[in-house]
């Protein structure tokens, strides 16, 4: 078992999301669909003999003990009574607040490779319980396939969509998850679909006409994209996504993007980089 490796932790994109109502707890009813896209931040990983947990990529505005990858290693780690540690250093590209995952698909990619590092043998779906503790997202990025998550997203069902290309656009701003969950204008009554008619349907996203409004940023983007192809919001975040035919076509769209804004082109991808990855490990 090698000592160090180095693994991808992808963006996703909420190809729909519909909100079917919110219980007595706060929680949100909801629906949508996870594709994973190979684009994303990098993790790498060297175990160490004296059970301290070191990241050594400092990101501004959050302490080392309050980062969802240091929490991460540390949660694995109690829940095995495991003492050996960690050092993990990140490439860093995908923004904070953009709704494609960052945070989340990082403690995912860090339960997944301290369980084989530390060779704690942990199942997936144990440590998808685990991730449940650290975000709502977090199980899907531990699952790794394309997802209808229903439920407050603990409920998965594997669906296997088309994997065009995308462009992604983040606007330059960072949405409040909380904030746009506990605005009062939230829709919150979408009828719930049947799984067999989703990927036959052209849905959207409950959230976008809020979003919109709140951040005009974000409206800007989905309007210029919409020039090209029928534009979305992804989850609750601020990025902005469209999809094509051709990996041309999207960079060519791309080369039009006006500034501040900024963008990527990435493959649609019904199972995730990061599991791929970890095949060559075990």
């Known amino acids: 078992m090698t000592n160090t490796i180095t693994l991808p932790s992808p963006a996703k994109l909420n190809l729909f999301l519909h909100i079917n109502g919110q219980l007595p707890n706060g929680y949100h009813e909801l629906q949508t669909l996870f594709q994973f896209i190979d684009y994303g931040d990098s993790l790498t990983f060297s175990s160490r003999a004296d059970g301290n947990i070191v990241l050594t990529t400092e990101m501004a505005g959050v302490a080392h003990d309050d980062n969802l990858i240091v929490r991460a290693a540390r949660l694995l780690q109690q829940h095995t009574d495991c003492n050996q540690g960690v050092t993990i250093s990140i490439d860093k590209v995908l923004p904070m607040g953009g709704g494609i995952g960052g945070g989340s698909s990082n403690a995912a990619t860090v339960l997944l490779a301290c369980n084989y590092i530390w060779n704690t043998k942990l199942p997936a779906a144990t440590l998808a319980k685990l991730g449940l503790q650290l975000g709502a997202d977090v199980p899907v990025f531990v699952h790794g396939k394309a997802t209808l998550a229903e439920g407050v997203g603990e409920k998965f069902t594997d669906m296997n969509p088309p994997e065009p ?64 192809a029928p534009s979305k919001l992804t989850g609750t975040g601020s990025c902005v996504f469209a999809s094509f035919e051709t990996q041309q076509q999207a960079h060519q769209t791309l080369l039009d993007l006006p500034e501040p804004m900024t963008g990527f082109v990435a493959k649609g991808c019904n199972t995730s980089p990061l599991h791929n990855a970890l095949q060559q490990y075990n």
């Open 165 to 228: 290309w995308y462009l992604v656009i983040f606007p330059n701003v960072h949405v409040n998850t909380a904030t746009i969950f506990q605005h009062p204008d939230l829709p919150r009554s979408t009828p719930k679909l049947a799984s067999a008619n989703i990927l036959a349907s052209d849905l959207g996203n409950d959230c976008q006409k809020l979003v919109s409004k709140t951040y005009p940023q974000v409206e800007k983007a989905l309007r210029w994209l919409l020039e090209y």
